[in-house]
């Protein structure tokens, strides 16, 4: 029962669990000669139920992340546009205004409320091409990052 090597699903895992070091799931070692036969059983277990919950329809692919939430704010969240180190970036709709902007979610304790003030601030303070407007900043339930318009694109 030898977990193939090219089986990126399983190499993640293995890398996930710490089972293995980011250098052996680039080295194309086969798992078998990485890990023990526990660990591939466990491996193979665990892709077996997880292949039997969704083909059961116990779960949708779009069940495994995360979905937007409904509202941050003032802002009605459509989609998630993209996320990066600091946060979550969503497509939301400014009821007031009638517009669509980007809204920006930090990641929970990642930075400060000051800190997220102050780069508001400071965004909202310059004006250039290559850098989006600040429309609002502030907070809910958690940080909330700056909105900004929707850019080409996005």
Avoid at 136 to 154: C, K, N, Q
Wanted: charged fraction near 30%; aromatic fraction near 4%.
């Amino acid at each position: 029962m030898a977990a193939p090597a090219d089986d990126p699903a399983l190499v993640h895992l293995a890398l996930e669990r710490r089972w293995i070091t980011p250098e052996q799931s680039r080295s194309g070692r086969p798992l078998a000669e990485i890990l023990s036969p526990a660990q591939l059983r466990a491996l193979d277990a665990d892709r077996r139920l997880a292949q039997k919950a969704l083909e059961g329809g116990l779960l949708a692919g779009k069940d495994l992340i995360d979905g937007p939430p409904p509202r941050f704010g003032r802002y009605e969240i459509l989609r998630t546009l993209g996320e990066g180190a600091s946060g979550r970036v969503f497509l939301a709709r400014d009821p007031i205004l009638r517009r669509e902007v980007a809204v920006k979610v930090l990641h929970p304790g990642k930075f400060s409320p000051e800190r997220f003030r102050r780069e508001a601030a400071v965004l909202a303070s310059i004006r250039h091409p290559n850098i989006v407007a600040i429309h609002d900043a502030g907070e809910t339930d958690r940080p909330e990052g700056p909105a900004s318009p929707r850019g080409r694109g996005a």
